[in-house]
């Protein structure tokens, strides 16, 4: 399988080059040049099958030519081995034909699990064949941080670097990282908040003079690995439920349009798929485009779904380049009047094109918990923001009642408890039975001032497991 870049100037990747990737050098995003076709057939014979092992089939046709099946296979065997449940995906029914497809089984209760797991172990994979070892920076507030550590700890080739705003994440969420002990892991508190922890990884990005020679990699949702791992459970959860002979539709709790893209793949791929709902907070660029063709940049509100919350949606271009007709010089004409202007819309016919199978709504904080609320009431599930916020665009947006309606469910509500507060709800929820000690483990991190020299130097002094590069 080859890779192209949205923007059409950057030259066409394999496999292994794109997972080693971040942007394109033409600042685009990569994408397959072809997108594999499953047959109805071969779709209703993959019903039952265990996790990994689907995975395997859905995912073989991006990684051939770079992975052996063989390796592929045992790779996914341990990547979703390490889930508590069985199932690894298990789906939850809510109401009449609406389902919860619970993403937050994994390490770190989120389903950033899913990609980040299968990511590092993909890398080692590769850079175990070349010899070769790479530096990863990441900022987080929350979520992908933590996932990207659980999913690196066990890399011989790699040094993880995280920088959260000291101070500024939640306890559960700062312990998710910091009790995650090994050489090669690193988080960084920086006295700072979050945009100046994302600025320093882009700053990174652009001058590597520090790293002495030794490659960068990006872990964020622009990661191609990343999209293709979210494509499998879209597959796993509508096979459960009659698919490919009955369609199925999803509502995914969106921020930087990766989880949802995946899904729009899946029903490229022959999955039928009959409604994608686009599900955002306040945080709603997305619903503005899906709604009225607008994609214009608005400023950052802090919501109850943080997660969630973005000013731009970095997948988005991905799906552009499909809309117009993966014409690469269209996408880099819009991006540019995008940075030029914080705007952007397409032309009529091609956001018809795009309504035809996305709806969207916004939610916001009131809304969230109230969704909380009334499903505990009715079910006494209990639902994390992001989720209900989820189930709220699923119940006002649905096209059809005869026709499942699967919400993706991306967190465990134990990670955000002002949330469930905030929703009256008394029951505070526990963490499951392998983080159950979380507050008594050891924590290690490094308090680092707001500056670029200062983090880049902690970085090369120890950036090959904990020794100098
Ligand atoms: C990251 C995240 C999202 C948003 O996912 P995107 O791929 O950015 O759309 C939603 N919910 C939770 C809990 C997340 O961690």
């Not at 397959?32 to 859905?58: D, K």
């Not at 770079?66 to 449940?85: C, M, N, P, R």
């Not at 997305?286 to 997660?307: C, E, I, Q, V, W």
Request: aromatic share 8%.
């Amino acid at each position: 399988m080859r890779y192209i870049s949205t923007r059409g100037q950057a030259p066409a990747l394999n496999f292994e080059d794109v997972l080693l990737a971040g942007l394109a050098s033409d600042g685009g995003l990569y994408v397959p040049e072809n997108l594999p076709r499953f047959t109805v057939e071969e779709i209703a014979s993959w019903a039952g099958l265990p996790y990994h092992e689907l995975a395997f089939r859905v995912m073989r046709p991006f990684v051939a030519g770079s992975i052996a099946d063989a390796d592929f296979k045992q790779i996914l065997e341990d990547t979703y081995g390490v889930f508590a449940h069985q199932a690894v995906a298990p789906l939850t029914q809510l109401g009449a034909n609406e389902w919860v497809l619970e993403l937050f089984q994994g390490p770190t209760l989120a389903f950033k699990d899913f990609a980040l797991q299968l990511l590092g172990r993909l890398l080692d994979h590769v850079l175990a064949k070349r010899n070769e070892r790479v530096v990863i920076m990441g900022a987080t507030s929350g979520d992908t941080g933590s996932a990207a550590i659980e999913g690196c700890k066990a890399c011989d080739n790699v040094d993880i670097f995280i920088m959260h705003p000291h101070n500024r994440v939640s306890e559960v969420q700062r312990r998710q990282m910091t009790t995650i002990l090994g050489e090669n892991i690193h988080n960084i508190a920086i006295e700072g908040n979050f945009d100046d922890c994302q600025e320093m990884v882009k700053a990174s990005f652009a001058d590597q003079g520090f790293l002495k020679g030794t490659r960068l990699v990006a872990v964020n949702s622009i990661n191609w690995a990343r999209i293709m791992a979210q494509i499998v459970y879209y597959f796993h959860a509508a096979l459960q439920l009659g698919a490919p002979h009955r369609s199925v539709a999803f509502s995914v709790p969106t921020g930087n349009f990766g989880d949802i893209f995946a899904g729009y793949l899946a029903r490229n791929m022959g999955l039928p798929i009959n409604q994608l709902i686009v599900a955002t907070n306040r945080n709603d660029i997305l619903h503005r485009f899906m709604s009225g063709n607008r994609y214009d940049k608005d400023t950052l509100h802090a919501s109850l779904s943080p997660s969630m919350d973005i000013m731009v949606s970095s997948n988005f271009e991905r799906l552009l380049f499909d809309l117009h007709g993966r014409n690469g010089l269209a996408v880099s004409a819009l991006m540019d009047e995008f940075k030029a202007t914080g705007k952007l819309s397409v032309a009529d016919d091609r956001w018809t094109e795009a309504r035809r199978l996305f709806d969207s709504l916004a939610v916001d904080d009131e809304q969230t918990c109230a969704t909380i609320a009334q499903v505990h009431a009715q079910t006494g599930y209990l639902l994390d923001p992001h989720t209900a916020i989820g189930v709220k665009a699923a119940r006002d947006c649905r096209r059809s009642q005869a026709l499942p309606m699967v919400v993706l469910g991306t967190a465990h509500p134990v990670k955000f408890p002002e949330a469930v507060e905030k929703a009256g709800i008394a029951a505070v929820p526990q963490l499951p039975p392998h983080l159950a000690d979380l507050f008594q483990r050891e924590e290690r991190c490094t308090v680092l001032a707001n500056d670029l020299k200062t983090v880049q130097d902690f970085v090369s002094q120890h950036g090959n497991r904990g020794k100098p590069l």
